[in-house]
């Protein structure tokens, strides 16, 4: 049975890792950004890794293997010596925030607390998360427990539906 799970790489490898479980033909995840860098003499936007040092991986036992045997990688992800799984929603939530037309941004802050909802209206229908208040305003969390990390992105009450613990 194929399982989401998380891949630990190398620093600054993400995208060379990327591409040779492309090659591969693994089913993986990096989930990217743009962004602007500052340098003594300029400012250039960059496409960076939204999770640095994380790729996630859709593999069976035999592609688990596969994947780990890539040059770059470091290890798989654990818990209380068990391999992290990422649940299918949080990574179609990902991939919705990231593609989708909305500002977000990361934070290391692991959100404990709060109301788990999907949005229903709008450019990022189907993403689920823990509503938060952030700085003021509302804005919705996909937090990623197996790397204790959130995505953040702002939306309006009336766009979103609370569901069930």
């Not at 998380?6 to 490898?13: N, S």
């Not at 300029?42 to 994947?67: C, M, N, Q, S, T």
Request: net charge positive.
């Amino acid at each position: 049975m194929r399982k989401w799970r998380v891949l630990y790489v190398r620093p600054r490898w993400e995208k060379k890792v990327d591409a040779q479980l492309e090659e591969r033909g693994i089913e993986r995840f990096l989930p990217l950004r743009e962004e602007v860098r500052q340098w003594s003499d300029r400012k250039k936007k960059v496409i960076a890794p939204l999770f640095p040092g994380y790729i996630f991986v859709h593999v069976d036992e035999k592609e688990r293997v596969a994947a780990f045997d890539v040059h770059g990688t470091l290890k798989y992800v654990h818990f209380s010596g068990k391999l992290a799984e990422v649940r299918p929603y949080i990574i179609d939530s990902l991939r919705i925030a990231v593609y989708g037309p909305a500002d977000i941004e990361v934070t290391g802050e692991r959100l404990e607390s709060g109301t788990p909802v999907k949005i229903i209206h709008g450019p990022m229908t189907g993403v689920r998360g823990l509503l938060i208040e952030y700085r003021g305003e509302k804005r919705i969390a996909i937090v990623v427990d197996s790397i204790r990390q959130a995505v953040v992105m702002e939306v309006g009450l009336n766009e979103i539906q609370v569901l069930d613990k």
